[in-house]
């Protein structure tokens, strides 16, 4: 019986993140999946340097061959056939995956803007989840808080200082505003980690407006002069707009919230510079601000 014309089928990666077919590996749990075969009791499988494996469904997950670090650049191939009737099929044709790690870290919220706070009191506390989204555990270090205000800041619990986060993991830091004196406050929480960069989470205290959520342009546009909008802030009275255009000349427009079309901090803001853009990739923030200082880009 000619199982190559009979049973003939396609082969996927099933994973989150962006692994395809012939891709790179970057995530932590990964299974290859197939279609169903008719008539197919089980299927084998067959990884580089591995065993040929009899699977009775259609995904076999892969991720303690690929989560080794020996494994680093490394480019590897897979395929599959069914057993019909107790008869293999052809195997398919061969598929790549090219293993590379990483240590990556992500932090929820980014940027925090606490309410205005009575001097001698403290807000409510505020979570931030520290997030490992690489593929290699992450070592992170004394987490701190630094900036012009920092004193006015207080962190009360870390379960993240000096802690191995695995892939997929996540630890908390919560903090409080605690001012001394009235006004607008500033500070950054840093937290160090064997990632490539140090994070670093804007806050903002004391009634400075929170960050402007940017809603368009975003992606590939079809004019030289758009316009640039993104959702009100509340307690922001002026949004200060900076665009860097594809020659990394950067321009930068201040408004009023009514300027801007949000005059009571509601709803969505919008403004057209009279400016056109150069082909190319651009990007754009905004900038909050009221009487008592700057806000959070």
Known sequence: QDYQNNHSYDLYMSVSGNLTNNGVWRNYRTSVTWPTVTGASHYEFDLTNQDIVQVTGTSYEISDYLHNAELQDTTHYWKVRAIVGGTPTDWTELKSITVH???????RPMTYAFDIVEVGEQSPAQAFTIANVGNLNLDIGAITLTGTNAAEFSITSDNCTNQVITPTNTCTVEL?????????????????????ETLEIALVGGGLPGQAELIAPSGTINTN??????????TATQYLLKVTDASSQTTQWQYTASEAACPEGTGTCAVTPNISLPTGDAHWQVQTANELGNGLW
């Open 101 to 107: 790690y990483h240590v990556a870290i992500q932090a």
């Open 176 to 196: 409080v505003f605690a001012p001394n004196t009235t006004g607008g406050k500033n500070a950054s929480l840093l937290i160090p980690s064997n990632a490539p």
């Open 225 to 234: 002069q758009p316009t640039y909008t993104w959702r009100a802030v509340d």
